[in-house]
């Protein structure tokens, strides 16, 4: 059986694409296996809460909070749903113009992120900061800019 050949990309781009890729998918499920196995959260959920702790008063409008997360709207929605369901957080009207919606971190839910932060800090250190030194921190550093700066805006042309 013969493979397929890989259109666009060097052997060279596509090593380094599935190495980037199957990185990027390990390291995220051991991040999600973790937070579900000890708090009952997906990452996606995690990083909702996260989102909202640094927050002005732990609110953001959802459009604000979709972009900042890279999360498509729907996607969003059902986040904050599993999240109200457990009431670590509350939507609420904006105040501006009460037609926007906003998601606000809860009393409980900021109980849970301090609970669950430093385990998860701990594995972040231990999978993915130990294993690079500071040159390449400051590469990935400008790197991961580049790709989420660029990602976006396909995405925003995409959309409009």
Known sequence: MTRPKQQGLSRSELKTWR??????????AALDRQLRDEWGLSNDDF???AYLST??????RMSQLAEELSF????????????????????????EDGRGRSARLTKEGRRILEEAWPKYAMLIKKLFLD??????????????????????????????
């Open 19 to 28: 190495r980037f890729t199957k990185g990027t998918f390990a390291l995220f």
């Open 55 to 60: 927050a002005a008063e732990s609110s953001m």
């Open 72 to 95: 498509s709207p729907s996607r969003l929605s059902h986040a904050v749903k599993r999240l109200e369901d457990k009431e670590w957080v509350a939507r609420d009207s904006t105040i």
């Open 131 to 160: 294993q690079v030194d500071d040159d390449q921190r400051d590469l990935f550093d400008g790197t991961y800019a580049k790709i989420a700066k660029a990602s976006a805006q396909h995405t925003r042309r995409q959309n409009s």
């Open 47 to 49: 990083r909702v809460l």
